[in-house]
């Protein structure tokens, strides 16, 4: 090869040769395949040490936070409290698998075969988040409940990664029907509700378990635009979307043979109801939910333990009677009351506990006006005197104690006692002449007399011959509590502290023949993670069936011939007892039947700084005592408790009479034209408001100082007032005070 051909060829050589350096070395194809490569495997180990890095957190405080529900004794929804969410779990188990496969039919249909991850889906949220168009979807059910169940809902890159690394590993530990069910209770529906259970509920009026297909595929099409696809509030386009999505779910269920065709072509869609607001704690409902707590507290279930929620709290009370005795409060009371316009008026406060006295249980209970406006339980509250109330107890601790007369006759029902106004006690180191209601002297009366007109003078004379610190040791064990209880005679009124709780209680284990009743209102209590045992309402013997048939035997008669008549009917049985606090700042009636016990009382209070005031006036008419108002208002709601009335009967047995020695006196009747023991008035005076004081002297020992000459007036004095014989008894029993200027107390 010549020399010009040498040069020819090496042109073409140098023509040939690759270029070193510059950017078009940069991209040969091994260089390319190799940083293709590297990619990959960085991207494998970035995906391997996410995985490794990063764990299943705790979950969120919203997952973890349920509504407690409270509900009736037949099941119906009280309320739901739990610091706004509004959820309750519910087992798979409890949801149609209909409804179940709705869900899966509208978010994830290839949810059980999946491994919990839709990477396509899953890269098209993080470009859309990217470029800034929020929050999106295409996520699986897995990756939902790991979102809502673990982590926020911000829109961010990092809790996208965090969704796809934790859903893989919670696919691989749990079982898929875990996860459908974790999903459904955690979702947020709209209407505020969280959870397939509290969505039900708000948009159908009905449990998870009641839920039908098309009602589960609405729910279900929710998911995606809570707000949007209301349909109480949805505009036309919501609607028209909220629609679209309802078909497309059922009909990918018909696509994966869950639901078959010609149903689901026979499907109506479900319209919703309209929201409503979710029950809260006004009227009555704060007040029982809050008797609720209190025993929960007691039980060991806390307000901490109730703050992470998820209870269901079944209670006793029983819908019916609890709308029954509203009732009788407002027809009774509320309707008579001018609370704008009487200043006397707008102290009143009712409260009353209803007791099931075969086994404790509280099936109705009023708190007042509303618990928004008043929140201090009526029911339950121990800041005033139960009042002549308690006079049952004493004769029930003389009978209990085989206790005598100063004279030495055994305590009965016919053992007779001096019913002198202002008599001093006798054989107490004490002084005390406690007077009786409008200073009537009743002269020689039967135990039974002196319960029918609750006479002061004689149970403080009782109280003494049984011994003060027996009297309180009976009544501690019938249930009053141990709250400003001093053992002196005056207490024999009923000037201890005590609720209409407490009360009802005490003449609950009455009417349960002596064995103690202890008032609980929690029926049962519910939750995934913990057990609750419940009060025991029936405990021991308090008091021999004998005292306790002897008491109820004497309370029939106060029912029947006393104090308590605004009670009697033939439609029930029924015994009971009136009581006028001093100063009449409270009035009570509590009374039982064979089936149910019930203490109802007046209470006045300031409406500014909540100090104890009197009701004397109250619906302008007169002193508003134990027989009046309380008294109605057990008999309208006891009627319509035992639905009309009731034919069951005391069953009494072996009665005391006592004994009673016949005394000679110059007359054994009050002086005055008409005696008390003559009249036939079933309502006491007016208050006679008198300044003589009893003397500081001892003790007079005769039991037959005369009566005095005070005479009843005429029933249309008091106007729909009708007394109950006594008042409240007085200052005290201090030895500076042996007798009050009050009219007494009942």
Not at 30 to 37: D, P
Not at 255 to 269: N, Q, S, V
Not at 288 to 300: T, Y
Request: proline share 6%; hydrophobic share 35%.
């Amino acid at each position: 090869m010549g020399r010009a051909d040498a040069r020819r060829a090496q042109r073409r050589g140098a023509r040939r040769a690759p270029k070193r350096g510059g950017i078009r070395g940069l991209f040969t194809w091994r260089k390319m395949l190799g940083a293709f490569f590297g990619l990959c495997l960085l991207v494998i180990a970035a995906c391997v040490g996410l995985y490794l890095y990063v764990d299943i957190p705790k979950a969120n405080a919203l997952a973890e936070r349920q509504s407690n529900v409270y509900r009736y004794s037949d099941g119906s929804l009280l309320t739901r409290t739990g610091d706004g969410v509004n959820r309750q779990n519910v087992d798979l188990s409890d949801v149609p698998l209909d409804v179940q496969h709705t869900f899966v039919a509208a978010e994830n249909k290839s949810f059980y075969d999946d491994k919990g991850v839709d990477l396509k889906g899953t890269t098209r949220g993080i470009l859309n988040t990217l470029m800034g168009k929020g929050k999106q979807g295409g996520s699986t059910i897995t990756q939902q409940y790991v979102k809502n169940y673990y982590l926020s809902q911000e829109p961010t890159v990092s809790r996208k990664l965090q969704e796809l690394v934790i859903a893989i590993k919670i696919d691989q530990k749990m079982d898929k029907k875990d996860i459908l069910a974790g999903y459904i209770n955690t979702a947020f529906y709209g209407r505020g509700a969280s959870g397939v259970q509290a969505a039900a509920q708000a948009y159908y009026g009905v449990d998870a378990k009641d839920l039908s297909v098309a009602q589960g595929a609405y729910l279900a099409s929710l998911l995606q635009a809570p707000s949007q696809y209301d349909w109480a509030t949805a505009t036309p386009t919501g609607r028209k979307l909220v629609r679209e999505r309802w078909d497309y779910t059922l009909d990918n269920m018909v696509e994966m043979h869950w639901l078959d065709k010609a149903k689901r072509d026979g499907l109506k869609f479900p319209v919703p109801i309209k929201p409503r607001p979710a029950p809260g704690m006004e009227g009555q409902t704060g007040y029982l939910v809050e008797a609720a707590n209190k025993e929960l507290d007691k039980q060991g279930i806390t307000a901490e333990v109730r703050q992470a929620g998820g209870w269901t709290f079944t209670l006793n009370i029983d819908k019916k009677r609890q709308k029954e005795l509203e009732k009788a409060v407002d027809q009774r009371l509320e309707s008579k009351l001018d609370r704008k316009g009487n200043k006397v008026d707008a102290t009143v406060q009712a409260g009353a506990t209803s007791v099931d006295p075969k086994t404790g249980a509280v099936v109705a209970l009023y708190g007042g006006v509303d618990y928004i406006k008043h929140y201090t339980s009526n029911a339950t509250r121990e800041d005033y005197q139960p009042a002549s109330t308690f006079k049952p107890l004493v004769f029930a601790s003389a009978l209990e104690n085989g206790a005598k007369t100063q004279g030495g006759d055994l305590i009965g029902v016919n053992t007779r006692y001096d019913g002198t106004s202002k008599r001093p006690v006798v054989g107490s180191s004490t002084p005390f002449a406690p007077q009786n209601e409008d200073d009537v002297s009743y002269g020689d009366v039967t135990v039974q007399k002196a319960m029918n007109k609750s006479i002061n003078s004689v149970f403080a004379q009782m109280a003494v011959d049984v011994g003060p610190a027996e009297v309180k040791k009976t009544a501690l064990a019938l249930g009053v509590p141990d709250k400003n209880f001093p053992e002196r005679p005056a207490t024999s009124l009923g000037t201890m502290n005590a609720s209409t709780w407490d009360m009802a209680g005490v003449y609950a284990t009455l009417d349960n023949h002596g064995k103690k009743v202890n008032p609980f209102i929690v029926k049962s209590a519910t939750h995934s993670s913990r057990t609750y045992e419940p009060v025991k309402g029936i405990g021991d013997q308090a008091i021999s069936r004998k005292s306790a048939d002897t008491v109820t035997s004497v309370l029939r008669g106060v029912v029947d011939e006393g104090s308590g008549h605004e009670a009697n009917t033939t439609a029930y049985d029924a015994a009971g007892k009136t009581g006028t606090a001093e100063d009449n700042k409270a009035a009570l009636f509590a009374g039982y039947t064979p089936e149910l016990t019930t203490v109802v009382a007046l209470f006045g209070e300031n409406p500014q700084g909540g100090a104890q005031v009197s009701l004397t006036g109250t619906a302008n008419a007169g002193r508003a005592n134990g027989g009046g108002f309380p008294a109605q208002i057990w008999a309208d709601y006891t009627l319509a408790a035992l639905n009309g009335g009731s034919d069951a009967r005391f069953d009494l047995e072996d009665v005391e009479q006592g004994e009673s020695t016949v005394r000679q006196t110059p007359s054994n009747t009050p002086s005055s034209t008409q005696s008390p023991e003559q009249t036939q008035s079933r309502e006491p005076s007016r208050p006679a408001q008198s300044n003589t004081q009893a003397p500081e002297s001892p003790a007079q020992t005769s039991p037959e100082a005369p009566p005095s000459q005070s005479q009843e007036p005429p029933a249309s004095q008091s106007p729909g007032v009708p007394g109950d014989g006594s008042d409240a008894g007085g200052p005290g029993d201090g030895s500076n005070s042996v007798a009050n200027n009050n009219p007494g107390a009942r």
